[in-house]
């Protein structure tokens, strides 16, 4: 009975012992008060807990967090109501200043990007709101990071997930895409014609070039062929003259080329032919043209 008592005090010790030791995930911050007042922050590992002194008030998560707000009401610089929904991408940087510095933060980021976006939306046109998404953006960033700053919130990136126009407006932007694609399809199917009219006529225009060019090399090679056969026949002729001259051909035959001129002259159109009484004469005629022929 006497190792009974101590034996239980001994294991209510160990409990309380074990109960006070506490250990801190990765990734997280643990924040401790003593007697009501801030006494230290637990990073990652292991630590000791006073019971009753020591308190755990809040456990912050260090890993980045994502916040999806839900569609708010924002009027354009043009008088246009649109509804705009955002993302808040964040990590806390210091969970002293989160615990601390604000209440319910989740909620303090979600009323500050809300006006946030309609300050910035507020000085946009409707056309400039759904083309300028980027640099609404980086704004709405600079502006949540620096507010945050003091609540130990770091504010990574916000981005516009959906921007969402009033019925109307789409209809009327429906209709004004619908007519730039059948201007843009107008002047396509234009330049389309216009560019196959331009090559038909450059083909036509080539092909007649070439016709010329073909019909002037024809004319050019015929001419050239007339004059050879010309130069040909001037040639043979000149040559056949000059074998009769070496080969002195006799009277006989003088004569029977007259004849045979007198003959060809007799075939034209010639009315009257003078022939020599003698032919004789005409002999002497004929060899005093061949001696002339041959000087």
Known sequence: ??????????????????????????????????????????NAGLHF??????????????????????????????????????????YIFDPKLFAYGVERPIAAIENLSATTLRNIIGSMTLDETLTSRDEINGKITTILDDATDKWGIKVSRVEVKNIEPPKSIKEAMEKQMKAEREKREAILTAEGKKQ??????????????LRA???????????????EALLAVQKAKAEAIRLINEANPGEGYIKLKSFEAAEKMADGQATKIIVPSDIANLTGTIAALKEGVKE
Do not use: H
């Not at 010790?13 to 007697?35: F, G, N, T």
């Not at 569609?71 to 929904?85: A, H, L």
């Open 49 to 90: 807990k006073i019971p009753v002194i020591y308190k755990i008030v809040k456990k912050v998560s260090l890993k980045e967090q994502v916040a999806d707000f839900e569609p708010q009401p924002v009027i354009t610089k043009d008088n246009v109501t649109m509804m705009v929904d955002s993302v808040v991408f964040f």
């Open 213 to 227: 060019d073909a019909a002037k090399e024809q004319k050019i090679r015929e001419a050239q062929g007339e004059a």
């Open 1 to 42: 009975m006497e190792y009974i008592i101590p034996g239980i005090i001994a294991l209510i010790l160990i409990i309380i012992a074990i109960r006070c030791i506490r250990v801190v995930p990765q990734a997280s911050a643990w924040i401790v008060e003593s007697l009501g007042k801030y006494k230290e922050t637990w």
């Open 196 to 209: 196959s009219a331009i090559t038909l006529a450059e083909g036509e225009k080539e092909a007649a070039i």
